[in-house]
């Protein structure tokens, strides 16, 4: 009987990933302490689109509702964010950025590239387009 192939954890795509997601969570970590990942996500659409029903904005930042309801709770008591009954529909909650939140979103705009710029610096220019392709051709 022949032995199976050996599971090489550094071949796993999924493995890969999370190294690389967790070396960019590091630099962003290091140049914007303000907030996470997470809560940034949030911030930008809420700053570019508007208010947005909680649900929305979990589907819209790629958050499962757990986690944009925390999400949006830690926001919330930091003043970044306000929630409030939509009034077309009372059991809607309606998330807007404050005005605190969107002086701070758009001044981290551009350390939040600084970040994407460090996190992508291994790779040449080619490679930074091919990877950023092939992740939208994945989600």
Do not use: W
Request: charged content about 25%.
């Amino acid at each position: 009987m022949t032995e199976p192939a050996p599971y090489i954890l550094e071949d796993q795509y999924g493995y890969q990933l999370r190294r690389a997601v967790q070396r960019y969570q590091g630099i962003f970590a290091r140049l914007i302490p303000e907030v996470t990942t997470m809560q940034f996500a949030a911030l930008v659409r809420l700053d570019q689109m508007g208010a947005l029903s909680q649900n929305h904005l979990g589907r819209e930042a790629s958050m499962d509702a757990a986690t944009v309801k925390g999400v949006v709770g830690r926001l919330e008591k930091l003043g970044h964010v306000r929630r409030r009954a939509d009034p077309a529909d009372r059991r809607r909650l309606t998330v807007e950025i404050t005005e605190s939140g969107r002086d701070l979103v758009r001044r981290l705009y551009a350390p939040a590239v600084t970040a994407m710029e460090q996190g992508l610096a291994p790779l040449n220019r080619a490679e930074q387009a091919t990877l950023m392709a092939l992740l939208s051709r994945l989600t």
